[in-house]
């Protein structure tokens, strides 16, 4: 069963830290895009960044340049957001999807709140 697992969202103060998870299960991430996204309270999705696995390449939307970043480990089939420097703007869902010519998955979220 294809399944990705987002994990390590949580509660934390301005200027925090957390790092998110995205973990596949049933397919490798191998050639696939695997892109965070968010939706805030009110809001549309939004793409936060993503990694093409098979070269490395990442994007970054600009309000979480320089305090965002994405990385994979590929032995652990898992891709990692770490978030820095948070702000009160980043509280939402967060949501990873692998995409592939033809396929799109999509993990449950995980709730990330900025609040003092």
């Known amino acids: 069963e294809v399944q990705l697992q987002a994990s390590g969202g949580g509660l934390v103060q301005p200027g925090g830290s957390l790092r998110l998870s995205c973990e596949a299960s049933?397919?490798?991430?191998?050639?696939?895009?695997v892109a965070w996204f968010r939706e805030a309270p009110g809001k549309q999705k939004e793409a936060v960044s993503q990694?093409?696995?098979?070269?490395?390449?990442?994007y970054y939307r600009d309000s979480v340049k320089g305090r965002f970043t994405v990385s994979n480990n590929n032995a652990k089939n898992t891709v990692y957001l770490q978030m820095n420097s948070l702000e009160p703007e980043d509280t939402a869902v967060y949501y990873c999807?692998?995409?592939?010519?033809?396929?799109?998955?999509w993990g449950q979220g995980t709730l990330v709140t900025v609040s003092s």
């Open positions: 990694i093409d696995i098979s070269n490395g390449k990442t």
């Open positions: 999807s692998a995409i592939l010519i033809g396929k799109q998955y």
């Open positions: 049933g397919f490798a991430f191998d050639n696939y895009v």
